[in-house]
């Protein structure tokens, strides 16, 4: 397989989204340089953003700052949705998806992302181990070596570093 090809078949959406100091639609349509105006709305609304990108001043047309610095995280994070939709790749990397988010951000990307990852080879880099509960299987790394693999069930059964993990995620944040 060429470097090339295995690149296509390949969508990220990245702790930090990858933005650029151009119109909505380019940041979207950069997924897919060919696609349509009709298929980046589409992607806009499968990934939650198509309500705040037509309240911009221009819509799709309204440029966004470098980095997206004149939108939220939660936007940010649905604009790179977005990107991915429009790719339409086989394997979806999702690298902290929903890190720096308030919860509500939380809850319109995690339904966007949902959504997405439906019928793809998904792979979740994640601290917030309730986000992989679905997964088909979860690797734990530790120091760059697995530790332990199973499913979320699995894993929580027996005793290894993935249960104590997640318990510790379940405490309250003392005040």
Known sequence: MRRESLRRQIGLVLQQSILFGATVRENIAYGNPKAS?????AAGRAANADEFIRELEHGYDSVIGERGAT???GEQQRIAIARAVIRDAPILVL???MTGLDAESQAKVREAL??????????????????VADADLVVVLEDGRIVDRGTHADLL???GRYRDLYELSQQPIAS
Do not use: Q
């Open 71 to 73: 939108l939220s995280g």
């Open 37 to 41: 105006l009709e298929e980046i709305v």
């Open 114 to 131: 949902n959504r997405l990852m439906a019928r793809r080879t998904c792979m979740v880099i994640t601290h917030d181990l309730p986000s």
């Open 157 to 159: 059964a027996r005793r």
């Open 95 to 97: 690298d902290e998806p």
